[in-house]
């Protein structure tokens, strides 16, 4: 379909440019360009040879090459890929609409969850002081890594205090976020 598309295009921008129109006054008919001067048949007319009167068709070979490269088949075979490609292309918008729509809910929720998870880290720093990468209630001598003194979980990481710092990152982030995004 390309090489059909790119060959129509070679012969129609050599062909005669349009408008084209029938022509039939006088009771000959031809074909000839739309509302310019010398339009008269100047695409396609009837002729005779002067030599023996063979008839044959006044035309420019660029022209009758176009005119043989549009037969209905390709035109058909032009329109059905052009319905396909339109048809195609609603499909896209329909989808990128409901993508769209469901960005727009998962960014009201995500804005719901962040306004939440700032009123919860908010409200700890006033009864517990101290955030010194420790979650609140916590006072590891090693931020977030549980005492020597603590048996089995010495040494390993907090599970608490991993919580609390990334929910005190995700605060900060969004609010660096809406910082930049304010001119
Ligand atoms: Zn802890």
Redesign the pocket.
Known sequence: MTILVQQLRERASRATPGPWELQASNSWRRIGTAGGRFADGDVLAPTTHRGDNHPDLAARQEDLDFIVAADPATVLALLDELDTAIANHENAVAHMQSVCAERDQLKAENAELIGLMRGVVGEFPHRHKGSDG??PG?G?RVP?V?DSDNGELAGKP?????I?NAAKGIVERHEQAMTKEQP
Do not use: L, R
Not at 158 to 162: L, V
């Open positions: 420790n979650g916590h590891h977030g549980w907090c599970a608490w205090c991993s609390w």
